[in-house]
């Protein structure tokens, strides 16, 4: 039991992780375009690590429905546009 508890807490920390790097990723394509219109396939750099921007983008506008409220807000912010 323990050992399961221990799995999901690494795959949540992953996950949070893996959002604020392409969190971070998105921000840097936002302030040098001014939206989030990003070709699918689209990749960004960040120090030297590619995201896949293009994919975590699209993906989270078929997500929007699931994404946590706080999540769609920064999105947003960014100049996101879900429609």
Do not use: C, K
Not at 70 to 81: F, H, I, K, P
């Amino acid at each position: 039991m323990e050992r399961a508890r221990r799995r999901e807490r690494a795959r949540s920390s992953q996950w949070t992780t893996t959002w604020a790097s392409n969190l971070a990723a998105a921000r840097q394509y936002a302030e040098r375009g001014g939206h989030l219109d990003v070709p699918r396939s689209h990749v960004e750099t960040i120090d030297g690590t590619a995201h896949t921007l293009g994919i975590f983008i699209a993906n989270q506008r078929a997500r929007r429905a699931g994404l946590a409220p706080e999540r769609v807000a920064e999105l947003t912010a960014l100049g996101m546009r879900w429609g």
